[in-house]
């Protein structure tokens, strides 16, 4: 190969691989606006790797970087006190937040979505902890063991299972544990002021919160709810890639059992 043959040759895969690198950016910049700017460089990485363009974790900070895209900042949560313990059931899971088959182990919370008129509602959900699928979401504006229970209500039209909750009085209630005892349904109880034994429940909130709810303006409870449930069922769900399912989104992970 002659001089000149070998230089334009370089002169063209340099060219090729600008191409490359620009529409990769482009993507990136579609990407990070289409979900509000709450993808850091890891998540950045698990989308394009569903759109077929694979590179690793450091390319794709050194991208993100030179287009100036950084991830939303998520407020640190505040230490916790570790509180005084009162077992009603025992603590099955004990950190263990994994589940050979689906609909086998549940867990659950309640969280808090103050509206921009100045009144709060609630929200409880149930995650398979199998691929950290919302199983049933629910609005209320009490935060109650009847919220517990009729967001029970809606999983159990599918399945019966160990559901992991922590120790507050709407799980721990009369009414709330003989429905789950009417049901067939095993509860699992966190030690009293231990977050960590339900972290995946914390940190469905902390997306729901972090990556939709934040970002929003909701002035009513009509438009909350139907926020709420899209983005739990539909992008939480079916769009949006989980590290726990090796960057699979929940429903991906469950087809691909």
């Known amino acids: 190969m002659s001089p000149n043959a070998y230089y334009n040759y370089l002169k063209d895969r340099k060219k090729e691989y600008r191409k490359r690198v620009s529409r990769i950016q482009k993507r990136i910049v579609a990407i990070y606006h289409q979900e509000d700017g709450v993808p850091g460089y890891r998540q950045m990485k698990?989308?394009?790797?569903?759109?077929?363009?694979?590179?690793?974790?450091?390319?794709?900070?050194?991208?993100?970087?030179?287009?100036?895209?950084?991830?939303?900042?998520?407020?640190?949560?505040?230490?916790?006190?570790?509180?005084?313990?009162?077992?009603?059931?025992?603590?099955?899971?004990n950190q263990q937040f994994t589940a050979e088959k689906p609909n086998t182990v549940w867990a659950t919370d309640f969280t808090y979505l103050p509206l921009a008129n100045g009144t709060m509602q609630y929200n409880c959900t149930i995650i398979d902890l199998y691929d950290r699928s919302a199983v049933a979401t629910l609005n209320s504006a009490t935060m109650t063991a009847e919220l517990a229970i009729q967001t029970l209500r809606i999983a159990l039209k599918r399945h019966k299972t160990i559901l992991h909750s922590d120790q507050g009085t709407q799980f721990t209630s009369k009414k709330f544990t003989d429905f789950c005892k009417k049901n067939h349904i095993q509860q699992s109880m966190s030690r009293a002021g231990c977050p960590y034994d339900n972290a995946p429940m914390e940190r469905f909130y902390n997306t729901l919160k972090n990556e939709y709810f934040y970002l929003r303006n909701f002035r009513d409870v009509e438009s909350l709810n139907a926020g709420i449930y899209q983005f739990v069922y539909g992008k939480y769900n079916r769009k949006r890639p989980h590290s726990y399912n090796g960057g699979l989104t929940p429903y991906a992970a469950r087809m691909a059992a």
């Open 46 to 93: 698990q989308y394009l790797a569903k759109e077929g363009v694979y590179i690793s974790e450091l390319t794709c900070y050194h991208y993100m970087h030179a287009l100036g895209l950084k991830s939303i900042v998520r407020p640190h949560k505040p230490a916790y006190v570790k509180g005084i313990t009162h077992t009603i059931f025992p603590n099955i899971l």
